[in-house]
């Protein structure tokens, strides 16, 4: 049996100007965070002729063509698997669409299994590339490539994204120091909402696309924060990351309608009434987790106590994708 898996992430900076509708014209940059959350995917080799699959639903299949999961399907016939004595099943330490990129943490965790099983040696650009292929190419979800290089590489690591879709990788240049106290004083809540980004980011893409002036604005003005963050965390300036969270997600509400609702608006502000120096919804928006900075991480936890969030906590997670 081989056992993968892949971490979940966090975004710290410059979110949204991954997709290509953006760095096609502009490039872009984000830093994203590896943390010690991960979905994991097992892989054995039976002795009957069908493939099983195990995820949140079930599937018995005698051939690749008929798997219904179109990321299993698309990645078997990526890497000319026709084998039908497979059983494949899937977990997660957290649910699916919270935005935290499992899908993306799935396709490296499954990619890097079924590359173990032919035996290859499969570097971490190869595969989060591959990763991408399957999403974005073959499947044309509109999403950008943040979260299959952040799965695969781990870390916390700045992103460039070249206009011929090149994804410079660096690691964050951050003091130990910066490093503990980053990752003390985030604090990260699930809102009990889940929804697919598919929706919000398709209209992000679509406005792209047509050379939206406000939407291009908005993601210039998104980018330079990535790299004001950037630039706070070399210095160990952690409340002006805070102060750049903030605007950050008051510029992101501006992209669609969808990415807030009047609860998380609520949650929101009774947090920055209680101790948040800074905070963001984590993903495209419109559900799954809201993340804050705080100093006083004892007043902020006693006062969201008293909602119906649920606080996650994590640390930060230095690998990327690997066999276990």
């Not at 000319?80 to 497979?86: A, E, G, H, Q």
């Not at 605007?247 to 948040?276: L, T």
């Not at 991480?297 to 119906?308: D, G, Y």
Request: charged letters at 25%.
């Amino acid at each position: 049996m081989i056992i993968s898996r892949s971490p979940l992430r966090i975004s710290l900076g410059g979110g949204g100007t991954d997709l290509p509708s953006y760095y096609e014209e502009h490039e872009g940059f984000l830093i994203s965070a590896a943390i010690d959350k991960y979905v994991y995917i097992t892989l054995h080799q039976t002795f009957e002729k069908e493939i099983l699959l195990k995820y949140s639903k079930f599937e018995k299949v005698k051939n690749v063509d008929e798997i219904q999961h179109p990321i299993v399907r698309e990645a078997l016939k990526m890497l000319d698997i026709y084998s039908t004595n497979l059983e494949i099943c899937s977990m997660a330490d957290i649910p699916a669409g919270t935005g935290l990129g499992s899908s993306s943490s799935f396709t490296t965790a499954l990619l890097k299994a079924l590359h173990a099983m032919k035996g290859n040696i499969v570097s971490t650009r190869t595969l989060a590339e591959e990763a991408c292929e399957i999403e974005m190419n073959r499947l044309h979800e509109p999403i950008g490539k943040q979260d299959q290089y952040i799965a695969a590489y781990g870390g916390i690591t700045c992103m460039n994204f070249h206009k011929d879709g090149y994804v410079w990788v660096d690691p964050l240049n951050v003091t130990n120091e910066t490093l503990y106290n980053l990752e003390d004083n985030l604090i990260l809540y699930f809102t009990g909402f889940s929804r697919s980004a598919g929706s919000i980011l398709e209209e992000q893409n679509k406005k792209s696309k047509e050379h939206d002036s406000d939407m291009i604005q908005n993601l210039h003005f998104v980018k330079d924060l990535g790299y004001q963050s950037k630039a706070a965390f070399e210095k160990g300036d952690l409340n002006t990351f805070a102060d750049i969270m903030n605007i950050h997600w008051e510029h992101k509400k501006k992209r669609s309608g969808g990415m807030s609702n009047p609860v998380i608006d609520e949650w929101y502000d009774f947090a920055m009434k209680n101790g948040a120096l800074g905070g963001k919804m984590i993903g495209a928006g419109g559900g799954g987790f809201l993340m804050f900075y705080a100093n006083d991480k004892v007043k902020l936890r006693q006062a969201m106590s008293k909602t119906s969030m649920t606080e996650v906590r994590f640390r930060f997670e230095k690998e990327g994708s690997k066999i276990l």
